[in-house]
């Protein structure tokens, strides 16, 4: 079995790629911001302050979280639906941003997240994978872009999706998310030591999988379609 964690601030294409390299792979992609996210949207439809590391707290025991793999795709259940997009808007990251924050929502994840890796071979992207996640991960990546790079990516994904996103609004909130997110004192959103950095900047999804598939493969010994 193979461990790979990749990290990185939003936009960086963590997830495109990330489940690009599993299906090249044959490994399965986890994709751990969507657990966030989903916790954030269940304390945005409580109306609870997701600063308020008491209250969301107390609504945790009223989540269940699951993950349902098809054809190589992972989808997140909350309570047994399944939230398609409505995760993926900017509120939401913002949301993921502020609960990650705080440890009672990072235990509650924990162990899902280590029992996959236990049983399986396994991709992850996140923030905190290398560091916190899968410390023994096979390869460490921390996958970056420029800030107007990765603004443009998120903008355009957002309005492919029929959100509506403006290029400035993209930018600042992403801006203010590096700093909550780099600067938190719980598992912030750090290069693990032995991580690889890998600047992707105006690659396209296809070069940085292909690229990274390449530095995979030397570092593991694994074969597409065979780790």
Do not use: H
Request: a positive charge; aromatic letters at 6%; glycine letters at 6%.
């Amino acid at each position: 079995m193979i461990r790979i964690a990749i990290d990185g601030p939003s936009g960086a294409g963590k997830s495109t790629v990330a489940k690009a390299l599993a299906a090249k792979l044959g490994i399965i992609y986890v994709d751990t911001g969507a657990l966030y996210r989903t916790i954030g949207y269940y304390v945005r439809s409580k109306e609870v302050d997701p600063k308020d590391a008491v209250a969301v707290e107390k609504l945790l025991p009223e989540i269940r979280i699951e993950l349902k793999y098809e054809n190589g795709t992972q989808s997140v259940l909350l309570n047994g639906e399944d939230l398609g997009d409505r995760i993926r808007t900017p509120e939401m990251s913002m949301y993921a941003s502020a609960v990650s924050a705080i440890p009672a929502v990072r235990a509650f994840l924990l162990d899902t997240q280590r029992d996959i890796a236990r049983k399986n071979s396994v991709i992850m992207d996140g923030r905190d994978i290398g560091t916190v996640i899968l410390p023994d991960a096979d390869v460490k990546i921390f996958l970056t872009a420029s800030n107007e790079c990765r603004a443009k990516r998120r903008c355009d994904e957002l309005n492919a999706k029929g959100i509506k996103a403006k290029y400035d609004d993209v930018l600042f909130d992403m801006k203010m998310r590096d700093r909550a997110d780099s600067t938190r004192k719980i598992a912030p959103a750090v290069a693990a030591p032995d991580a690889i950095p890998f600047d992707n900047s105006w690659m396209t999804p296809n070069e940085c999988t292909d690229k990274l598939l390449k530095l995979i493969e030397k570092k593991t010994g694994a074969v597409a379609g065979k780790a």
